[in-house]
């Protein structure tokens, strides 16, 4: 999907990009849950803090209009 909604002239500096963000949150995510375990005392709102971002995520990709979707139609 994230090939067709990008431009086909400029796929290698978006794909970067999209490698770029996949490196950063392979960081963040688990320094997030730690931080955030490590202050309160308890695991569970760690593991929370990390399902907010799961549900931010689909609530952001709910947004998108699927090209390919809209191809068949």
Known sequence: ??????????SAEF???????????AVF?????GTITHLSGNPRLGILSVALLFFAGMFFFRL???P????SN
Not at 68 to 71: E, G, S
């Open 29 to 33: 995510g688990p320094v997030m849950m």
């Open 68 to 71: 390919i979707d809209a191809q």
């Open 15 to 25: 794909f970067g990009f999209y490698n770029v963000v996949g490196k950063a949150a």
């Open 1 to 10: 999907m994230f090939s067709h909604l990008i431009p086909q002239e400029k």
């Open 64 to 66: 998108v209009h699927d």
